[in-house]
């Protein structure tokens, strides 16, 4: 099924949050609040929305054609450690709307879309003061959702700078919070730090759209064999039934195809973050049916001949990695250096790395998070609004008066977590 014409220009007209029609007035791209991807994928059923770290220009062309292939509702997103002031990658919090959508109008992709500013670290109280600065920008420059990640800081901590960050996000827009750190098998995130986090903001009338948790899984490279833990993942999203949230799932790329389905089949996910899979394959990259980068006998990436980056340009990557003492997981730091070098390649070169990527992310989409023509559900959903913003899907049942503050502090004190290992899990 496919949308007709006026559907989709009634859905240019009416869906587009205020940042998006001011800054694209002219434009043909549907940007929209990722409030509406959660609710098409809900609305389809045991549905993911691919969320796509963009961490080059060829990565974000290929997953748009891929959606547009498979008529799926997508999210383009980058986290803070890739696109914040800190950046490793060319593509940022402020530039990436402004490159989706020329992409959008350039190739006449139709599908909507939202744009996520992904984990927005907060990990002291010089973060909440700065990010309240900052996170207004994201929105002036594009972003139509964004994840507070202060799952660094402890429980009441977590909870307190969500409750202090929450005047600064759109009311439209989508909005993640996080509990737990993503570090694998360790610090697994509990029942009860997840319903302390969404029971607090309930509190205070904040109803986010996703969850996300340490269940077991981990970012960039993944070696072993432990990823999602679908049962901790299918409680936790039982016990918060009641505030209607769904689960976000972070650091899919080490996990295969059959535990990604079955997320998908068992909870109540409906975005997942696909990253450092999409930058090894736009660079031509030998990965396994999940998209995790395969090793040779030495221990180094292999490179597949005549696809991704020409084997000059891999071998300059290669050796310029070399030159700063990276290790495998620090290659995504190529990203920044090597931007530019990447777009200066021949246009069949450029045209085989979207490809590549396009093949992959349509794979994700079609035949394993199960989007495919989520677009069009997508779109009813915006026409049935009559709005560019749906409204939270949950409403106030916790008690004020039992959330204040120092009842946070009191509270967050009973609870039996752990933390894991210390260390800056950046993500």
Known sequence: MAVSSSDFQKALEIGRPENIREFFPHSKGLIVSGKFIDRAMLKKGKAIAMAANGRNTIVIQGVLRAAQRANAAVIIEIAKSEGGTGAYCAINYWNMA?????LLNEMGITVPVALHADHYGIKSDKDIEQAK??????????????????????????????????????????LETEVGEIKGKEGLSTVDEALFLIQGLNAH????????????????????????????????????????ISGAQHGTSGNSSDRLREIAAKTRTTKANVATALQMISWGLEVNDYGNAQLNENGEFIKVKNEG??????????????????KKGDFKKLNLPFENKLL????????????????????????????????????????????FDPGPKGERIE?????????????????????????NYDD
């Open 344 to 387: 200066a390649q021949p246009k069949p070169v450029r045209e085989r790395m979207v490809r590549r990527v396009e093949d992959f992310a349509y794979k994700m989409i079609a035949e394993v998070f199960n989007g495919r023509d989520t677009a069009d559900i997508c779109v009813e959903t915006i026409l049935e609004s009559g709005s």
């Open 98 to 102: 402004r490159i989706v959508d020329a």
């Open 133 to 174: 600065t900052e996170i207004p920008t994201l929105f002036e420059f594009g972003m139509t959702s964004i994840a507070i990640d202060a799952s660094h800081l402890a429980d009441d901590q977590n909870l307190l700078a969500n409750i202090a960050l929450n005047p600064f996000v759109p009311s439209w827009a989508g």
């Open 309 to 326: 980056v020409t084997e000059a340009l891999w071998a300059e990557m290669k050796a310029f990695a070399e030159s700063k003492g990276w």
């Open 205 to 244: 009338s904040i109803f986010p759209d996703w969850i996300a948790l340490n269940n077991g899984t981990t970012h960039g490279i993944e070696a072993s064999d432990q990823g999602i833990q679908v049962d901790l993942t299918r409680q936790i999203h039982d016990a918060l039934s009641p505030y209607r």
């Open 399 to 423: 008690d004020p008066a039992a959330w204040t503050p120092e009842a946070i502090v009191k509270r967050a004190a009973t609870l039996n977590s752990s933390k894991g290992p210390a260390g």
